[in-house]
């Protein structure tokens, strides 16, 4: 049977966020961001391992003291994400099959929830391809022209915002990253390349990405208001 696996790449600056530290390692409720992320995947009785991508030269992690029963650290991580997801998918290729499923999972996402998971396991374990966590698109789009004016209206019918985690099997999901490449900029448009459909699970606005300083503040806000339930 076909085990669950996550993999976290977590080898960018997150330079957006304006500052020296990498924004995987700010403080968020008292504890590092990446410590939330983490403790989303493993805490899930059903996912067996997981992997957390760092650049070689990372000086950061071994200060924050995180210590989790099913984490494994790869200090394998590349300059692009492709890179990083590729690099670590070769460093578990002998503790996982061909056919096991791996999540790949944003840093930067600390937000995700037992019920995100749930959903998409139960969605795609079965699935021929896998799929990605996303949100349909509420808001009208517009795109921008010259000195930032609108330019025309986008169509948002169809349209999904892409999250993570993002799961396919570890030999399918290696095959289409080193055929992509760095040009890529998650997995499913690596998937999309060899002419597959990766599936969309509905998730929801609380998985967000930690990308602007503001972020962190939404992201202390749904953090806070779990903990109170």
Known sequence: MSKFVALVPAAGSGSRMGGSLPKQ????????LIDHTLRALASHPRIAQVYVVLSPDDASWD???I?????????????ARAQSVTN???????????????????AARPCL???????????????????ILAVPVADTLKRSGPEQRIAETVPREGLWQAQT???FRHGMLLKALEAAGSAV????????RMGLQPK?????????KVTYPRDLELAALILGGEQEQ
């Open 63 to 65: 200060e924050l003291g």
């Open 200 to 208: 969309l699970v509905e998730g929801d606005a609380r998985n967000l």
């Open 113 to 131: 929830r037992a019920e995100h998971l749930d959903r998409m396991l139960d969605e795609l374990a079965g699935d021929g391809v896998g799929g």
């Open 185 to 192: 900029t998650d997995e499913a448009s690596a998937i999309e």
């Open 88 to 106: 670590g998918l070769k460093a578990i290729a002998a503790e996982v099959a061909a056919d096991d499923w791996v999540l790949v999972h944003d």
């Open 25 to 32: 390692y700010l403080p968020l409720l008292e504890r590092p």
């Open 165 to 167: 985690p993002q799961m």
């Open 67 to 79: 210590q989790l029963e099913k984490l494994t650290v790869l200090r394998c991580g590349g300059a």
